[in-house]
């Protein structure tokens, strides 16, 4: 029979339009954070990140936004083209045994329309 | 450039068999992390090392274990193959250290993983 599983949560744009994906995360303590994008068939791959001095950090299109009193995240891409359809991952790593323990959430899919 | 070759792209086991995933990046990378990628669920964290012959579970790490000899190299090993298992497998590391907690993690391309 059919399966039912969870659903990615998938977010839909118009080519031009301005994108934006959000993240929570639960650690007060957590002081950087990474964004990572993942194309079809490839492995995750950084796109900017942001340390929790900082409220906003710009690269090329994309601008990550951080509010530490409620304790979120979120991605904002300018001008979004149909490269930019992939999964968006937010990432918090946690100093563990003198490394760092990198764990994501579900992620979001990002659908860019035509 | 940066590059972390995971050994097999694609791998189909049967039930029961011990399965190596194995990983090698070329960087002289601390950190080097397992996950997998299941519809729905995002990437989820098995096991995870900072050193060689060091290795803490992650989130998921029933089933599995996790082998580093040499820095280089971090092997995930499904010691009974079970048909819950197949999934994508992706492999990853990163350096410690410096005033940044982490610099980006570099991953592999994956492993399709099909136990039949």
């Known amino acids: 029979g059919e399966s039912v599983g969870l659903h990615l949560p998938t977010l839909s744009v118009q080519e031009g339009d301005n994108s934006i994906i959000n993240c929570a995360y639960s650690?007060?303590?957590?002081?950087?954070f990474i964004w990572y994008k993942q194309e079809s068939g490839k492995g995750p791959q950084f796109i900017i990140d942001?340390?929790?001095?900082?409220d906003k950090r710009q690269g090329q299109r994309v601008t990550v936004l951080l509010n530490k009193t409620v304790k979120h995240l979120s991605l904002q891409i300018a001008a979004t083209q149909p490269g930019d359809s992939a999964v968006y991952f937010c990432?918090?790593?946690?100093?563990?045994?003198?490394?760092?323990?990198?764990?994501f959430g579900t992620g979001t899919q990002l659908k860019v329309e035509l | 450039d940066v590059k972390v070759t995971q050994s097999s792209r694609y791998l189909v086991k049967r039930t029961g068999e011990k399965v190596f995933l194995e990983c090698v990046q070329d960087?002289?990378?601390?950190?080097m992390f397992w996950y997998r990628q299941d519809p729905g669920l995002g990437l989820r964290l098995i096991y995870f090392?900072?050193?060689?012959?060091?290795?803490e579970k992650g989130d998921i790490p029933e089933g599995y274990s996790v082998s580093r000899e040499k820095k280089e190299r971090f092997s995930l090993i499904l010691e009974s193959a079970s048909t819950n298992q197949t999934s994508m497998y992706l492999c990853?590391?990163?350096?410690?250290?410096?005033?940044?907690?982490?610099?980006?993690?570099?991953f592999g391309q994956g492993t399709r993983l099909t136990v039949v």
């Open positions: 942001i340390r929790s001095n900082m």
């Open positions: 960087m002289d990378h601390e950190n």
């Open positions: 990432a918090d790593p946690e100093p563990r045994g003198g490394g760092n323990k990198l764990t």
């Open positions: 090392s900072y050193d060689v012959k060091m290795k």
């Open positions: 990853a590391s990163s350096v410690t250290g410096g005033e940044k907690l982490n610099t980006e993690a570099f």
């Open positions: 650690n007060s303590a957590s002081d950087y």
